[in-house]
């Protein structure tokens, strides 16, 4: 195994965990037709894990695509 097969592992890995992580939009009460919409800003850890998202999305992205073109 190469070293941008093993980064795309990882940062797949990591994006299913950081995605499952984060919290969901809607309440339980939303689930039987009550309007559960509002707008928050993310603060604290839901910000941090939501930026560390975002960039384990990139690196993964990225890893794929050095991938595809770096093809022996």
Do not use: D, H
């Not at 950081?18 to 309440?27: D, E, F, K, P, V």
């Amino acid at each position: 195994m190469n070293f941008i097969e093993i980064v795309t592992i990882v940062s797949a890995i990591l994006t299913i965990l950081l995605i499952l992580l984060q919290q969901r939009g809607a309440s339980l009460g939303a689930g039987f037709g009550a309007s559960g919409e509002l707008y928050t800003t993310r603060r604290g850890v839901e910000k941090n894990i939501f930026q560390t998202t975002v960039f384990t999305t990139t690196l993964f992205i990225v890893s794929i695509l050095a991938a595809i073109f770096l093809v022996k």
